[in-house]
């Protein structure tokens, strides 16, 4: 049977919060509150600062892509995939990395991105949201599982954009298939 073309592939579907879970969450957060507080002011504190610190450094985020969004006018999703061989690198992944790694930085606009984007030093990404989310949402869109990830070659080599296409296509795929 052929694959279909990456174009086609389906989009990330974030899961569903469990019921139980966010039960939980709520009932942790009701019993903090109950048992002191001061703990509540603080907690509300840190919460405030943390949402002004955020608002606070958008311009000088959006400053440094638009930056190096100077360097890219012509640059799109195919010349991204023109960096690697496709013969042995799945098209897939390609397509995915290139999509969620997108979504992941949280512009108003498609950033075009190139292979050897740094993803913490020039994209900006936080490593535990790339650890977090991006690795799954990408899992997820290639049916490439995270089984057995430490037997990688690039496992702890992951820098660029292209590293992490290079990662997922030595990854084996999932015996469940999500097409």
């Given at each position: 049977m052929a694959r279909i073309a990456s174009r086609y592939m389906p989009k990330y579907k974030a899961g569903k919060p469990s019921?139980?879970?966010?039960?939980?969450?709520?009932?942790?957060l009701i019993a903090a509150a109950i048992y002191s507080?001061?703990?509540?002011v603080i907690l509300t504190t840190i919460i405030v600062a943390a949402v002004v610190l955020v608002?606070?450094?958008?311009?000088?985020?959006?400053?440094?892509?638009?930056k190096l969004l100077k360097t890219r006018k012509d640059k799109s999703i195919c010349e991204f995939a023109k960096e690697f061989d496709r013969k042995s690198v799945d098209t897939w992944i390609i397509r995915a990395t290139y999509e969620q790694v997108q979504n992941a930085l949280d512009l108003k606009y498609a950033f075009p991105l190139i292979g050897s984007d740094r993803l913490i030093d020039d994209?900006?990404?936080?490593?535990?949201?790339?650890?977090?989310?991006l690795v799954e949402e990408i899992s997820q869109r290639t049916n490439r599982t995270l089984e057995d990830i430490e037997s990688n070659p690039l496992m702890g080599k992951v820098y660029t954009v292209k590293d992490l296409v290079l990662f997922f296509n030595h990854q084996p795929q999932s015996k469940t298939h999500n097409i």
């Open positions: 019921y139980i879970g966010m039960v939980i969450f709520f009932l942790t507080t001061s703990f509540l608002y606070a450094n958008q311009p000088k985020y959006e400053k440094h892509f638009k994209l900006l990404l936080d490593g535990d949201d790339i650890d977090l989310d």
